[in-house]
């Protein structure tokens, strides 16, 4: 299953010193045929998500001998993850965040697993569709601004929790499910571990953004009842709205079809979100199939959307934080995400479970 097309740049991303992923898993001086202490944290922090990646692959009844395929996936990245261990240049190497991600795809892949997360990502679109109008209704009865602002914001952070790439939140979402409300109510304190907050609040006060692109994150509650009131309420004021999603599937990443789909349910017959026109929301296929995103490495299609872009929004952790939150773009820029992975609390000095707001402003 290869990307459609060729890949570019997206237009108003700085390349110069640009680098996809965070976190510096080695630096010249290491040993390139020894594994770093922090590639070696990583490459665990995969094999933890095993067991619950099998589990997802050995009950997806849309592939015969589903067990059977599920084990082998199981098997195959665990020696590929060892591999890594004994020698980090195999397999395409020195490890990072988004080679570990597409080497657990690609096994998935050749054993013949599409999209082992399809049925829980449904399930939760429609859970979260019944619920978005209520989460709608409380936003608009904010007449303050600036606080209904930060509770959209508060909606995005509590909608970023439904991921099944964490083995952690994988467990506790199998065993509990969880209330969006409940998680709104439960963040983490301010001051977040990154808080730009204020900062974002007041420009977003100058009303001086035409575009926005977002490139969104996970299926359910994450896009429907996060990221979509967020985006309505652009549209409310004007703002060109580009929603980016996923090529291929990945975890519960929503896809470009998915979000097709969830959004015409959510629109009325006259192509209202709740009474805002959404002749200015545009979706696109950003070409990735990875939970986590290169930037230089987009979907022409994207690449023409985002090319008058004022504003890029990178939600969730993988698109976020693992990868391009020290991004710079040619207009203003907004990292915002949960954090669900002890390694990446732990480079940031912050908490499980922080929160992440990132906002840049570009100064010509």
């Given at each position: ?68 395929k ?42 013949g ?23 709608v ?40 499910g ?19 907050l ?21 299926s ?8 979509l ?66 930037l230089?490495?987009?979907s ?29 773009f ?16 732990e ?17 010509a």
């Open positions: 299953m290869e990307k459609s097309g060729e890949m570019v740049a997206l237009p108003v991303l700085l390349e110069q010193n640009y680098r996809a992923c965070t976190i510096p898993y080695r630096f010249p001086s290491d040993n390139p045929k020894k594994t770093t202490p922090t590639e070696l944290s990583w490459i665990n922090l995969f094999a933890n998500s095993i067991p619950s990646f099998r589990n997802r692959a050995q009950s997806d009844d849309s592939v015969p001998d589903a067990p059977a599920a084990e082998k996936f199981a098997q195959r990245y665990k020696e590929i993850l060892e591999d890594l261990k004994k020698d980090p240049e195999s397999h395409g190497g020195p490890p990072d965040c988004i080679l570990l991600c597409q080497l657990r795809e690609l096994v998935l892949r050749e054993v697993f599409r999209d082992i997360f399809k049925k829980v990502k449904d399930e939760e679109n429609a859970k979260a569709i019944t619920l978005f109008k209520d989460v209704h409380l936003n608009d009865a904010i007449e303050d601004e600036a606080k209904r602002i930060e509770n959209l914001i508060r909606g995005i952070f509590a909608g970023n929790i439904f991921d099944l790439g964490s083995a952690q939140l994988a467990e506790l979402f199998a065993k509990d969880m209330s969006f409300q409940a998680s709104c109510q439960n963040l983490v304190p301010r001051p977040w571990v990154i808080d730009d204020d900062n974002f609040i007041s420009k977003w006060g100058q009303k001086s953004w035409k575009k926005a692109v977002i490139f969104v994150d996970n359910g509650a994450d896009v429907v009842l996060g990221i009131p967020f985006a309505r309420e652009l549209l409310r004021h004007g703002v060109k709205v580009v929603l980016a999603a996923n090529d291929l599937p990945s975890i519960n990443d929503i896809t470009y079809t998915e979000l097709i789909e969830v959004l015409a349910k959510l629109k009325d017959e006259n192509g209202m979100l709740l009474g805002v026109d959404t002749s200015n929301l545009f979706i696109a296929n950003s070409g990735n199939d990875l939970p986590v995103i290169d230089t490495s987009v022409q299609e994207l690449s023409y959307l985002a090319s008058d872009a004022d504003l890029v929004i990178l939600e969730g952790m993988g698109r976020g934080i693992e990868t391009n939150l020290y991004a710079q040619k207009c203003d820029s907004l990292k915002i995400a949960m954090v669900k992975h002890p390694e990446v609390a480079f940031l000095g912050g908490r499980l479970y922080d929160c992440v707001i990132k906002f840049n402003q570009y100064l």
